[in-house]
């Protein structure tokens, strides 16, 4: 064999080779639904990698709860204290006094903050644009949003049931370090989100008022 065939082969074997790896590290999608015993009903994984080769894949979990099941089963509400998202400010005021402390964030929302049992909650108006949104961003009147905060470890405030499907999450797609949780009611309406990264909890949202 002649050193230009060499050559030529070598080239051919290391062109293969970065394609087979391009193809392998490009966009990457994987999706997953699993049945879980009662609270927790049917749950859909998604999880969702740019390039693989420099990021680190993200995971959106669906849960629909079952008929006669209740998110106390699932999470301390303690964490949210005595607050509902459909407060006004004054009715906030009215019960729980002054807050700890105010702000307002880039969008135009103002939001106050509390401590709770497990953490604080922050209740005010979300004005976030959509992301879909081009550069003419037109701020929106906003809804109202009761989010909550701790530093405690997920299974101080989780309950098995839901540790259940986040073991099931990582065990899918370990790699990933950014998780989001969306629980649904037996209708289809969502009631708390939930974004965790680096295992820990970032922050939950309560979307309907719910009973303690």
Known sequence: MTRRSKYAISSLAAVTLFM?????????????????????GNVEFHSFCGFEW?????QEIYIRLQQ?????????????????????????????????????DNFGGTWSKYTTPLGYVEI????????TDDDDKIPVLGRRSLQAFTDKPPDAIIRPPLLDVMRQAAMMTPRANERE??????????ILGMWMKDGR?????????IDR
Do not use: W
């Open 68 to 104: 006669q099941s209740d998110l106390k089963q699932l999470i301390d509400l303690r964490i949210f204290g005595n607050f509902q998202p459909d407060m006004s400010d004054k009715e906030v005021l009215a019960r729980f006094g002054e807050p700890s402390q105010t702000r307002t």
């Open 124 to 131: 005010g108006v979300d004005r976030r644009t959509s992301p």
């Open 20 to 40: 087979l790896l391009y193809v392998h590290g490009c966009e990457h999608e994987e999706n997953a639904s699993i049945a879980f015993p009662p609270p927790v």
């Open 181 to 190: 949780f969306s629980i649904f009611d037996s209708q289809h309406g969502l």
């Open 54 to 58: 420099v990021t680190s894949p993200s």
């Open 201 to 209: 909890i970032e922050r939950m949202e309560l979307f309907k008022p």
